[in-house]
């Protein structure tokens, strides 16, 4: 499990309901607006909802990978050459 | 014996010169499409253009338009009545007495404008080809199947590292395919078969396939070969739009440092996860290939090799041979000769010529953004033909450079590239349909 915690961040989270948010507003709430104009922009504001979403995600998943590099440029360098003197 | 006919021996010439005499454009046209098909199984040979499909659709092209034969009676029936009626009935009877007298031309390859179920019973018993493209082409399975292929081959983690970069190089290089619908609208094609032909410019063949297959089932068979033509002049056309565009100065451009650590399987695996249910939930219409894309992507992060050797091997390459030899075989005389063709040859270039010069401007744009540190030529790469665009900006880079290496970059956009184009064709079958 401990593989997973990756997964456990708020970008996670908030990416995955944004995406979720998006769909129940381009394919139920939408849909169920009376007004014309209402309903294309609460589908269109869906559908961006989505992309946003999984940009979030994908943004954590950067920003992680970041900080890990961070962490490894700034322990010392093990595998080049070493003092013998 | 004297009154045998020698010709009647060798039915496709006999039914050569005959359509000559008939219908001339068919004459030119048959002959046109075997010397065509010759053309571009050479160019396939020599690598100009894509062999895995134009070999097969070359050899499918001249051996349909050279195989035409007198059908007996039954079978030319079958096609016949089994078609959907001509508007002239008059015509229509005229066909079906032609049928009847055993002087209908045609091939055992395949009758793609059989719809009524006896008559395709009986023709699937006939025409070799009839079961792939009955039960493989007209269901877009074979684009599942191509999908699935990809997707195996596909590495998200290339996105994920650079969202910003991958998804507005993307963006950007779906320029042609908005751009050439309301082109095509103002040419005179309806909405449905310009969504279908703008698809082109997602450089993405099974994307293509199936946008005309569900938007305009008419017109899908110039539509594709127009698609996969084109898909094959990408590759030998777009390294040359790149030196066109970018300086040698700025291909020799070396990308700033990679990061060491990568992206975990797992990561990769939920985001496929939640991109498909998201994906699927939004666009329905488009969910058989938006699930092949990412089952294919989900079994590489799960490391299921078994099924990773399966998609990658037989199913990818056996699909493309058969799509490639399906789409050649229907490229007759008598069922590509459309006043519509000549239109779509044009939109299709346009269309993937602004792609590219789209991707390319939003290269620019990130290479000036980036504080002139990220190399121009990855915008190529947004135009979603995987991985071939990826290694046309690789190339053309090496050649400038020999130790700048952008492929990473490159296939970020390119993987970003191919989820766009899924997403678009998703919002053109849900607007059009």
Request: hydrophobic share 55%; proline share 5%; net charge neutral.
């Amino acid at each position: 499990m401990s593989r997973l915690r990756v997964l456990a961040t708020p970008y996670w989270a908030i990416g995955t309901s944004l995406a979720f948010l998006g769909v129940a507003l381009a394919r139920v709430i939408g849909p169920a607006l009376a007004e014309d104009a209402a309903r294309r922009y609460t589908a269109a504001g869906g559908h961006v909802l989505v992309g946003l979403g999984l940009f979030v995600i994908c943004l954590g998943v950067r920003n992680r990978l970041r900080a890990a590099n961070a962490d490894t440029a700034a322990e010392p360098d093990q595998t080049g050459p070493q003092n013998t003197a | 014996m004297e009154n045998l006919d020698i010709l009647h021996l060798f039915q496709g010439v006999e039914t050569l010169i005959q359509s000559f005499s008939d219908n001339p454009a068919i004459f030119f046209g048959r002959v046109g499409m075997m010397v065509l098909g010759m053309v571009l199984l050479y160019m396939g040979k020599k690598g100009i253009l894509e062999p895995l499909l134009m070999i097969p659709m070359g050899l499918g092209m001249c051996a349909v338009n050279a195989g035409v034969l007198f059908l007996d009676p039954q079978t030319g029936s079958a096609i016949a009545q089994g078609s959907a009626p001509l508007a002239d009935v008059a015509a229509q009877g005229q066909l079906e007495a032609t049928a009847a007298a055993g002087q209908m031309h045609g091939t055992l390859m395949l009758a793609p404008l059989v719809e009524k179920t006896d008559q395709l019973m009986y023709i699937l018993q006939i025409d070799f080809l009839q079961p792939i493209y009955t039960f493989m082409f007209s269901n877009g399975l074979i684009a599942c199947f191509m999908f699935m292929g990809i997707g195996v081959l596909l590495d998200v983690g290339f996105v994920m590292a650079r969202p910003y970069l991958s998804m507005f190089l993307a963006i950007a290089a779906e320029f042609g395919t908005i751009a050439t619908v309301p082109i095509a609208i103002a040419l005179g094609l309806t909405p449905q078969e310009a969504a279908s032909v703008a698809m082109v410019g997602g450089a993405d063949g099974p994307m293509v396939l199936f946008t005309s297959l569900t938007l305009a089932k008419h017109m899908f068979v110039p539509i594709t070969v127009v698609a996969y033509l084109y898909l094959g002049l990408a590759y030998g056309g777009y390294p040359y739009l790149i030196r066109f565009l970018i300086p040698a100065k700025l291909r020799a451009i070396k990308m700033p440092p990679r990061a060491k650590v990568k992206v975990t399987a797992d990561e990769k695996l939920a985001f496929a996860v939640v991109g498909c249910t998201v994906l699927c939930l939004l666009f329905p219409s488009a969910s058989p290939l938006l699930l092949s894309l990412f089952l294919g992507i989900a079994i590489r992060e799960a490391g299921l090799q078994y099924f990773i050797n399966l998609l990658d091997g037989p199913v990818l390459y056996g699909a493309t041979m058969f799509l490639g030899l399906t789409l050649g075989v229907l490229c007759e005389a008598s069922l590509i000769l459309d006043p519509k063709v000549l239109i779509l040859l044009v939109l299709g270039i346009v269309s993937l010529l602004l792609s590219g010069i789209g991707g390319i401007v939003g290269g620019y744009l990130a290479y000036f953004f980036s504080g002139r540190k990220i190399n121009p030529t990855i915008g190529i790469a947004g135009v979603s033909c995987v991985p071939s665009c990826a290694k046309v900006a690789q190339k053309e880079v090496t050649k400038s450079n020999p130790v700048s290496i952008i492929l990473p970059e490159a296939l970020g956009a390119n993987v970003c590239g191919v989820i766009t184009t899924a997403i678009l064709t998703g919002i053109y079958v849900t607007i059009f349909r």
